[in-house]
Nanobody, 126 residues
């Protein structure tokens, strides 16, 4: 059973950095692809970044490419999102998700998302 819990959110000034973590307390973390999403008030949920089970293949949304880095440590059952050069438009609740391969490859790869964390709030002040 996958149970995801995000941490690391908070208040940061524009231009600052944060690192989010997502821990899976279940035994199958390394079996799943993982992703980070966010949702701001009044907006649709946005896919930010994905990583395959091994960490070899990653992809990023255009809004965070070059600023955010997704990584994972399968030995620690933990997913990370390093966020740099944050701006007020990055304010949202950030979620991690676990999924399985759907289609495509490399930066065009897509997944079906099966499990979700509760989210962590990130607020960027100007």
């Amino acid at each position: 059973q996958v149970q995801l819990a995000e941490s690391g959110g908070g208040l940061v000034q524009a231009g600052g950095s944060l690192r989010l973590s997502c821990v899976d307390s279940g035994p199958t973390f390394s079996s799943y692809a993982m992703g980070w999403f966010r949702q701001a008030p009044g907006k649709e949920r946005e896919l930010l970044a994905t990583i395959n089970w091994s960490g070899f293949t990653t992809s990023y949304g255009d809004s965070v490419k070059g600023r955010f880095t997704i990584s994972r440590d399968n030995a620690k059952n933990t997913l990370y999102l390093q966020m740099t050069n944050l701006n007020p438009d990055d304010t949202a609740v950030y979620y991690c998700a676990a999924g399985s391969y759907a289609s495509g490859s490399f930066d065009k790869i897509t997944y079906d998302w099966h499990y979700w964390g509760q989210g962590t709030q990130v607020t960027v002040s100007s």
